[in-house]
Every structure is written in C-alpha cells, then in structure tokens.
C-alpha cells in the first residue's frame, strides 16, 4: 500500500539510525523513468485489436449475459465472459444484462466501455491476467483510455512471461469521489485498487505506484513475502500479538541495515513489493547492498532474467 509521508517515518525514524541513510522509496520515480528497458509507451490501439482478433478458437454463437453472439471467436467469447464475471464483492447478485445490437465481442467492448477503453480492458485481461471492468466489483469508476495506457505501459517494464500472475484478478480504479476508510491520502494499495489521490501524481510517481503495487501480486502466487526463507534474509522476526482477545500475527524487523527503503520497513510484504522495485529498477544499488534480496528475487520471480544494462533486457519487452 502507499501512502504519503506519515506516522510511520517518525517511528521508524525514531527506532533505526539505519533509517536515516535510506531513501524512502527504493526506486525514486526518476530512477523508475531512467532504468535500463524503461517501457516507453503503452501498446498501440491498433496492435491491441489485432492480437484480439487473431486470437485462436473456433467460431460460435453463444448468449453470454443477455447478448447474441453469432460466429464469433471462442477465445473472445470467454474472455467477454470472465470480464463480467462478479468477484467477491458482488457475490449473490443477479447477473449482469447488457442490451445490443451487436454481435461480436469487440463492438459490444466498445459499445460498453468506450471505443478505446473496451479494446483495452480485453488485451488487459488477455495479455496481463488483470480484469479492469468497474461493473464486476463495487466501489468502482470506470477508466479513462489515457489511465488504462498508463497502466499498460508499466504492465510491461516487467517480463510478459510472469503474466498472469493470477488470472482475472481486479485493477481497479476506487469509486471517485469517495474516501477510502483506511486513510484519505491512499494512493493505491495491495488489492490493486487506485484511489483519487494517485490521479494528481506526475506520471512518474504513477508509474512508480503502480510498479510497487504489481511488486505485491508478484509476491502472492508462492506467498514469497512471508516466506521463512524471505523473512530471515530480510531480518524479520514472526511474532505473535494479541488485541482484544484475538491473536494475530505480526512482525518486527530486528535488523533495520537490511531494509531497502524507509517504506520498506513496515512489514515483510512492503519489504518484498519495495525490493522488487529495486531490482528492476535499481537493481546495481540493490546488488551491491543486499546481494541476498537480489539473488532470491533474480530466482524465485524473474527467472533469473536482470536489468543491470539495456543489453541485458531489452529481449523481455516484446510489445511494440
């Protein structure tokens, strides 16, 4: 999760002289815009509709959610289905109806969600894994086209092979207007769900943002965050607490020197999102500083591919 300066930056201040030597994020969002293979752009709408149409399947006519769909690609089919398929949030409803005329997946994405954003939020499920619609989920907005290409292009700074990380999983953007409970000035957090706040960032603070929140799904498929073997490489201690009668678990960093950033030292899983950050783009800082952190995120999460020279991956950024 990310938040603005707060609270935390006094005790953690306060508790670890280390503390004061460490940046606050492990990547600033200039390092982030200037690393080797910095994606540069988001796909293009053309090459997005493309890949969507040149998708294998056969062709069939199916009623997915009040629509006839005649002679369409099964590929499309089911990724039109899984698109408005309810998550948790709306668990029990009746559901979703649509009314069109149209017959094909691709012109009823547009006619539902907009002409650019209905090709986007498609090729972001099928490429990248993330179901972006607002209509399967509460407490969501619709996207903008411009938010959706931000959100593709830091989508592909890292490898494409790590997608999905979890397949249909929500990217949202949090209902505007609203405040979050947990703190007005959230900007996005480990649910990918982004909030108001991220929108008056300058796009390299928005890249950064979406970047360490991708660190957290990145950790979640082997639950690499509070792993035994991640805990002792990051100094971190399980301890066991109790508040009103219920135990819980918690965690305390018993050796501050082997935090990556101030933001970091919050818990083993901003720890592990900040660290993921660092190694893809700052990965020389992290290599010379934490060769433990690096190595175990060059093995378990990028397949042993680096980012210390444009030679060494420009191969993983396939999208044109």
Known sequence: MRLYLSAFLIIWSLTSKAAETLPWWAASAEEVLQ???KTQRPPTAEFMEQALTKLPGSSQSRVLHGISFKNENSSLLQLFADLHTYDLSLRGKPELRFTTSCTRVLCAMKELYGNSEGVQLLFLLKQFGFNGSHLRTTKASAWSASELNEILQALQDYPLHLYPVVYNKRLIHFTRGQRYSF???IIANASMEIFDAWNEL????RQQTLLHELGHTLAYRQRLDTSAEWLAIGGWKEVQKNFEGHNYR???????????????????SEDFAESVVAYRFNGRRLLAQQKEKYFFLKAKI???????????????????
Do not use: H, I, R, W
């Open 202 to 205: 300058p796009f390299g603070e």
């Open 250 to 268: 918690d965690y305390v960093l018993e050796k501050p020197e082997k935090a990556v950033s101030e933001y970091g030292m919050l818990n083993p």
């Open 183 to 185: 703190g007005e000035n």
């Open 35 to 37: 690393a080797p293979c």
């Open 302 to 320: 990028f397949a042993n591919q680096e980012f210390l020279s444009e030679d060494q991956c420009k191969a993983t950024m396939q999208l044109p």
